[in-house]
């Protein structure tokens, strides 16, 4: 037993000198993901978690936690920063307001459509952006689709700004977002998204906006039967570590896990695309009244005083900003 104990401890004080993270020398992760099964973002989290442990030769492991079951996204983003967790997929917009720098994907209109979106968060701009997700305790190694969202709702086709005019429209909680209503002179509702449909159909609130899966799966269809395609927000979803624990990983395996979560990603955005479509063929089948905005340019006119604030309260991110609008 004596000849045992040092045996490892020689291996340990070997692994230290050669500056190997012991913690990475079996990682045994936990992740989040609020998604249902069979969801495109639950499917390419699973493929991430069979890629570590592919790649690390078995000695990263991933165990995913799905359909929010280790707590709401708010809490999760905490736990992973905090290092409660190592892992999650978190849309975006909850993380805004933690850091600055993911808050820029939230302005409205900020991408002209999703192949922008995917050239700037796969190029310099999603680098900066990770960049300053990584000082908060959240390093993104990968970007996945969440679709572009739209209005709906249970009154009336959205065709210009003053349409939404007096409308109560649920949103994310985000500043950014009720800044976003309010410019369009409506009434902002922030509130968590289980509570969306019952109060779709109760008459709480008139409408949302999300993307096509979430308005077909969650079955607000059902109850706000008008579908408008504004496309004002793009927001991406990442996968997302916590710094401290990236950090202690070696970088040999640090490449390991941006290859991993990225290959996901490829994954990811080829279901997501199917699954945007189907949804859409499904709600249109079931009788969606659905219509195009003829002139984004007024909607996206009504945002200028979203974007002064923003800017005038974040006046280190306009740089970024600018580098995403001129992202060919």
């Known amino acids: ?19 190997l993270p012991l913690s990475a020398n079996a990682a045994e992760w936990r992740g989040w993901n609020i998604h249902k099964p069979d969801y495109p973002n639950t499917v390419a989290m699973d493929k991430f978690a069979d890629l570590l442990k592919e790649k690390s030769g078995g000695k990263i492991t991933l165990k995913m936690f799905h359909s929010g079951t280790l707590g709401t996204q708010p809490d999760a983003i905490e736990q992973v920063r905090i290092g409660g967790l190592e892992i999650g997929n978190f849309n975006l917009g909850p993380i805004g307001p933690v850091a600055a720098e993911a808050n820029v994907v939230s302005l409205p209109f900020v991408f002209r459509d ?38 709906y709702n249970s009154k009336k086709p959205i065709m210009k700004p003053s349409d939404v005019e007096g409308m109560k429209v649920r949103v994310m909680n985000n500043d950014l977002y009720s800044g976003m209503i309010s410019a369009l002179k409506g009434n902002p509702s922030p509130m968590a998204f289980s509570e969306v ?23 607000h269809f059902e109850v706000a039967g008008f579908y408008s395609l504004s496309q004002h927000l793009i927001i991406p979803e990442c996968v997302c570590m916590n710094t401290a624990a990236f950090e202690k ?80």
């Open 197 to 219: 449909y019952s109060s779709l159909k109760t008459g709480v609130v008139d409408g949302a906006e999300n993307n096509w899966p979430s308005y077909e799966s969650t079955g």
């Open 249 to 328: 990983l070696s970088a040999a395996d640090q490449k390991i896990v941006r290859d991993a979560a990225r290959e996901s990603a490829v994954l990811q955005r080829e279901l997501w695309a199917k699954r945007a479509a189907s949804s859409r063929e499904k709600v249109m089948a079931a009788g969606v009244k659905f219509n195009e905005i003829p002139d984004k340019a007024a909607f996206q006119d009504a945002m200028q005083p979203v974007y002064d604030k923003y800017l005038t309260d974040n006046p280190d991110i306009k740089p970024l900003v600018a580098l995403i609008k001129n992202t060919k």
């Open 1 to 19: 037993m004596l000849n045992l104990k040092k045996t490892v401890c020689a291996a340990a004080i070997v692994a230290f000198a050669a500056g």
């Open 114 to 151: 999703m192949e922008h979106m995917h050239r700037a968060l796969d190029g310099e701009a999603g680098d900066k952006i990770s960049a300053g997700m990584a000082k908060k305790g959240l390093v993104a190694l990968a970007w996945y689709d969440a679709g572009a969202r739209s209005f």
